[in-house]
């Protein structure tokens, strides 16, 4: 009898912890497990705003695939998708073609502009290790830049983060930490230098607890950061952002702008037929694709109502790890004929750093975290990914251990 294909794309927080799982739990006259991913390596999307700031060196938030998957196991290939093809069950690539028997599509995110003139020409994102590493060059760069013309720009000075959602929130904490640094390497006053987070709710952090987004922005203001909120960001240009608040207009000089206000799931979706809702597929109880039982979608690209709210559930870390438990099993049930699980996300809490040394969190029974405390919780359960996904080893090799400062 022929072994099954099993094709995972991509190697993000669902598609790396599926491909372990099922490494695992299939051996290898069970299934041909193939891994297909852009690059070599898997990063922590989660520390993507610590890059972009100069806080955290990309090395730390990369690993390296071969660091964590079985060879011998597991058939890894770097290339980029093209198309998937359901009814054909073939996934095209730059460098080749693939069968599968069964697929799971983690592609994650893309950045969602909402059609706002000069976004995409114009603002960087912070979506993967290089337009991160891009966004803390560039601002290096015009830090280094402002003393050496004849006439002093301040633009060049003035960072606009736009969306207060948890992307730009943890990035304006880094921002807060890397300034004052930045100011010291390149002989700046401090003063100068503006940090302007634009968001179209009357609040940062909407949906979160009242007190702890007071408490954010208490610790946030206090470090320089400036907040405009119930704004609509209309207009970004390569010198400055227009936005427009109660009626008004107002242009900020700026040649830093950080859009960290959307995303949307990898356009591949869509374009390969699937049913979808705004880019994503509403998956089954199973996390199967409609119409096709054959393929999983797991992460950014799978759309999951919270029967509560009438509204899906964040693309978050936590639920693309949970949902690789269920993915893994399901896959395995599929080749061999055994029973399905429903997934059922379990929200354990949800914690934002403001920078290394504080933070503010929900955990549990509605517990609400401060400070230290979250701080550490932040770095517990960033550890604790780590352990479940390489071991002891990658644990101590990239773990967060600072946990005193």
């Known amino acids: ?23 695992k739990t299939l051996g290898v006259n069970e299934a041909n497990i193939t891994l297909v991913n852009i690059n070599d390596y898997h990063y922590q999307t989660t520390w993507l705003h610590e890059n972009a700031a100069g806080t955290l060196h990309h090395d730390r938030t990369r690993i390296q695939i071969k660091d964590v998957i079985n060879m011998s196991k597991v058939k890894f290939v770097k290339d980029k998708v093209i198309s998937i093809k359901p009814d054909e069950k073939k996934v095209k690539l730059e460098n080749g073609q693939l069968d599968y028997d069964v697929l799971v599509i983690g592609l994650g995110f893309e950045a969602a502009t909402f059609g706002i003139p000069g976004l995409e020409e114009h603002a960087f994102t912070i979506g993967n290790i290089n337009s991160a590493r891009l966004i803390r060059e560039h601002m290096e760069y015009n830090f280094a830049l402002y003393h050496n013309e004849s006439e002093k720009n301040p633009a060049r000075l003035n960072i606009v983060v736009g969306g207060g959602g948890f992307t730009g929130v943890e990035f304006l904490g880094e921002l807060a930490n890397r300034i ?20 179209g709710s009357p609040t940062i952090l909407p949906g979160f607890d009242p007190q702890l987004v007071e408490y954010a922005m208490n610790s946030l203001e206090s470090r320089g950061v400036e907040f405009v909120t119930g704004a609509m960001l209309k207009e970004c240009t390569a010198t400055s952002v227009v936005y427009e608040k ?32 705004r880019g994503k597929v509403a998956v089954e109880k199973d996390m199967r694709a409609p119409d096709y039982d054959n393929v999983f979608v797991i992460g950014d690209c799978a759309l999951i109502m919270n029967e509560q709210t009438g509204r899906p559930y964040p693309p978050t870390a936590q639920i ?13 049930a599929y080749i061999q004929g055994g029973e399905m699980e429903h997934f059922e996300p379990e929200i354990l809490g949800t ?8 933070a503010i969190g929900v955990i549990f029974n509605d517990q609400k975290l401060f400070g230290w405390k979250a701080t550490v919780m932040k770095k517990i359960i960033d550890n604790r990914y780590l352990l479940k996904l390489g071991g002891l080893s990658l644990l101590m090799k990239k773990g967060k251990f600072n946990i005193f400062y």
């Not at 002989?187 to 503006?194: F, H, P, Q």
């Not at 914690?351 to 504080?358: E, F, K, Q």
Request: aromatic share 4%.
């Open 1 to 23: 009898m022929k072994k099954p294909n099993i094709v995972i794309l991509g190697a993000g927080y669902g598609g790396m912890m599926t491909t372990v799982k099922l490494q």
């Open 180 to 199: 004052p640094e930045l100011c010291e390497e390149y002989d700046i006053d401090k003063n100068l230098v503006r940090i302007i987070n634009i968001e």
């Open 246 to 277: 109660n009626g008004e207009i107002t242009e900020i000089p700026t040649l830093t702008t950080v859009w960290a206000a959307g995303v949307k799931a990898n356009a591949l979706v869509e374009k390969s037929g699937f049913e979808n809702n």
């Open 320 to 332: 693309a790890i949970q949902q690789s438990a269920v993915v893994a099993h399901n896959v395995k």
């Open 351 to 358: 914690v934002a750093s403001l920078g290394h040394n504080d």
